[in-house]
């Protein structure tokens, strides 16, 4: 049982590029997200999806997009890398309140 | 988006002391959570809070669901050093969307 993994650990992109970060979890939980952490600033929701084909948009969406692919995978995707999308990005999955965290993703764009 | 403001920011503590930290926001939520994140880690739940007052343990931690909803308290008691990371709260009013603090980062000198 491995929980929620993510993909891939460590990423450097250069302005302009385009990458996606992949999600899964095996808990069998409806809902999924995605949030970015930031030094000082604690978690902030970027997207989130409650069920299998539904998106929605958090606190932080905009230069991202997602995809609910089934109930397992939920992935994030950057279509032009920003430096301001320097960050560590953690995906969660939840039924009801108690969400299960991924290891993150450490990305920086140069 | 929602504020959550943990207190203190940091806390350096001898091995064996009590620790208090608290969290306040300037909306009600109806569920207060609590998480550790250790370095390199994704944030592991600790207590959940789903009724104002209620006062809930998890071994050495004890949390409270503050009466005004707008704040909830953690404890630590007799402190050791796996203790030491970055604890958030946070709130959530639809189990979607969860809005996160700040973060008390502990050191404990054993």
């Known amino acids: 049982n491995a929980g929620v993994t993510q993909t891939p650990k460590f990423q450097v992109l250069k302005t302009g590029q385009s990458m996606t970060l992949q999600c899964a979890q095996d808990m069998n939980h409806n809902s999924m997200y995605w949030y970015r952490q930031d030094p000082g600033m604690g978690l902030r929701l970027i997207y989130y999806s409650a069920s299998e084909g539904t998106t929605d948009k958090g606190e932080v969406p905009n230069g991202y997009n997602v995809s609910r692919l089934n109930k397992r995978e939920f992935s994030l995707r950057l279509e032009s890398a920003a430096p301001s999308q320097t960050s560590v990005y953690f995906c969660?999955?939840?039924?009801?309140?108690?969400?299960?965290f991924g290891p993150g993703t450490r990305l920086t764009v140069t | 988006g929602q504020q959550l403001n943990q207190s203190p920011q940091s806390m350096f503590i001898q091995e064996g002391e009590d620790v208090s930290m608290n969290c306040t926001s300037s909306s009600i939520f109806n569920t207060w959570l609590w998480y550790k994140q250790d370095p390199g880690e994704g944030p592991v739940l600790l207590i959940a809070l789903y009724k104002a007052g209620e006062l809930t343990s998890n071994g050495r931690l004890t949390a409270q669901f503050g009466i005004t909803r707008k704040d909830s308290f953690l404890n630590i008691s007799a402190s050791i050093p796996s203790d030491v990371g970055i604890y958030f709260c946070a709130g959530s009013n639809t189990g979607n969307q969860f809005y996160f603090g700040t973060g008390t980062s502990l050191t404990v000198i054993p």
């Open positions: 969660a999955s939840s039924e009801a309140y108690e969400q299960y």
